[in-house]
């Protein structure tokens, strides 16, 4: 074997261990799930507070229980799941959503074929030149002449430090992102509709709950207008059951105005304009309390919450781009071929006389940049510790989260029955005083007191029905949504890595 062969052997075996050496800069590696046991600071019970009230049934906390894809079925309103169906196919965010996971697959894809396949391109030209031999320093007359040339070209830059792998990589994490950006905005959507329906069935009732007190209060007015003519009573307390009807009117147009800005903000989240009308009407009976409130294992959030899992592709995207920093200081070698034809009239193109072709290497060694590559380390370094530290942060605000909402569902479940309890023993005073009344033992003045107490504790027991309704929301979505159990197939995309 001659020494030319021998090095062309060897220099063969060094470019496949170069090709075959791993990626510069540290691997990602999936952060490890909190070791906490709960969410809160005491255990939770096994189940609320149950009571005899409107909503006040007994919820258990089914404990690693896992959620359904569309868990807002479990207010078992058929009229919701509709609504909420609708906004997930109109909502311009999810739209746009689904848009950005689109844009970042194919540009991954782009990416990938630029990356990790040869480019060939074809060039087809023709030109005229005038050449003069005297620039070459040979005697003779200057001439003018076509040239005509068709070639392919092929380049092809070897990874040999992983910068494209390091790239491609971060390209992916991309793509993940948006995934579970997009998986988020779908289980928020439907969060705030099943909350905004509450809301507007909380104020529906509250109205019906005034209207039918300033109803009451009218009749009354009425009674006592007509007793004062007889003289039965007395011009100061006709004022004071006119300003108890006034009282109680007044506080319906402000309702009425929350409902309406409800109902527009209802109809944005379904794709709608506020003025197309056609929403439904929602009422707290039609809306059911869901009794089991599955409860995921801390473990099992990080890997559910689409928050956490958009901050965890964040920090993978942060590791890829690091090492594609520290790769950059490493030699970049590009090969490059080409073949073709060259003549001076384009039928001799193609003739074999007429072919040429190249070959070529070109490496490039970063030499000195004024401390730009050291910088550029630095601060994807700091970039790196950034989103790390960003992703604990985000962990940290979800376990809030679900701490938040586990006591606050504890406390709804007090809270109800309290006020219920409260709403039948004021309610039950307040007959007592329309009977004192009439019998002449206590004054107007303390039957109004009566009768506004009663009032407040009826708005008071409404709140408390759409705080149990809205919280057991509000558990679903900080649980994650359950997206995982979702029957639809993902977003087809030619990128892998994606979710």
């Known amino acids: 074997m001659t020494n030319k062969f021998r090095l062309t052997g060897l220099g063969g075996l060094w470019l496949l ?19 906490v046991q709960r969410y809160t600071e005491t255990p939770m019970p096994g189940q609320t507070t149950g009571s005899t009230a409107p909503k ?14 569309e868990w807002w079925a479990l207010f078992h309103s058929k009229v919701l799941t509709d609504l909420i169906q609708t906004g997930l196919k109109n909502s311009p965010t999810v739209a746009a959503a689904q848009a950005a996971l689109e844009n970042a697959g194919q540009y991954a894809v782009a990416q990938r074929d630029s ?44 990874d040999f430090f992983g910068a494209n792998r390091r790239q491609l990589e971060g390209l992916d994490a991309q793509v993940q992102m948006e995934g579970f950006l997009l998986k988020a905005a779908r289980e928020t959507l439907a969060a705030n509709i099943v909350t905004t329906a509450i809301r507007d069935a909380t104020l529906r009732a509250q109205i019906h709950s005034l209207e039918a007190v300033a109803a009451s209060e009218a009749q009354t007015l009425e009674i006592f207008r007509t007793r004062e003519k007889l003289g039965a009573l007395s011009q100061t307390e006709v004022q004071q059951q006119q300003a108890s009807f006034a009282q109680a009117q007044a506080a319906i147009p402000e309702l009425q105005k929350e409902l309406a800005l409800t109902r527009h903000q209802l109809a944005v989240y379904v794709g709608h304009f506020p003025g197309e009308g056609g929403l439904p009407e929602f009422s707290l009976e039609e809306l059911q309390l869901p009794r089991q409130l599955p409860v995921s294992l801390p473990s099992q959030l990080v890997r559910q919450r689409p928050d956490i899992l958009v901050s965890e592709a964040r920090l993978h995207q942060a590791t890829a781009n690091l090492g594609l920093t520290i790769a950059s200081v ?38 000195f940049h004024a401390g730009a590559l050291e910088a550029g380390q630095r601060a994807a370094q700091a970039a790196l510790d950034q989103a790390a530290a960003q992703y604990r942060q ?28 409260n709403a039948e023993a004021i309610r039950r005073s307040l007959q007592l005083a329309k009977s004192q009344y009439d019998t002449g ?9 009566a009768q506004e107490r009663d009032h407040q504790a009826q708005i008071a027991l409404i709140q408390a029905q759409s705080s149990r309704l809205a919280d057991s929301a509000a558990l679903f979505l900080a649980m994650g949504g359950g997206w995982w159990n979702a029957v639809e197939p993902a977003p087809s995309l030619p990128a892998t890595g994606h979710p």
Do not use: H
């Not at 261990?17 to 070791?35: I, K, N, S, T």
């Not at 590009?334 to 290497?361: H, I, Y």
């Not at 033992?441 to 007191?449: A, G, K, M």
């Open 441 to 449: 033992s206590i004054s107007l003045l303390n039957l109004l007191s």
């Open 17 to 35: 261990f170069l090709a075959g050496c791993a990626p510069m800069g540290p691997d990602f590696v999936q952060p490890e799930a909190p070791a």
């Open 330 to 367: 490493f030699p970049n070698v590009t090969l490059s071929a080409s073949a073709g034809a060259m003549a001076v009239t384009p039928g001799n193109v193609f003739d074999a006389a007429s072919s040429v072709w190249s070959l070529g290497t070109n490496l490039t060694q970063p030499l």
């Open 56 to 69: 006040g049934e007994t919820q258990s906390f089914a404990q690693d229980q896992d959620i359904p894809a």
């Open 115 to 158: 990356l990790m396949f040869p480019a060939v391109d074809a060039t087809l030209g023709e030109t005229r030149q005038r050449f003069s031999p005297a620039a070459f320093g040979f005697p003779g007359n200057s001439s003018t002449f076509s040239l005509t040339n068709a070639s392919v070209g092929v380049s092809y830059t070897l």
């Open 394 to 421: 985000t962990v940290l605000n979800a376990f809030q989260n679900v701490a938040d909402v586990l006591r606050a569902l504890e406390s709804d479940a007090k809270t109800l029955s309290a006020q219920s309890d």
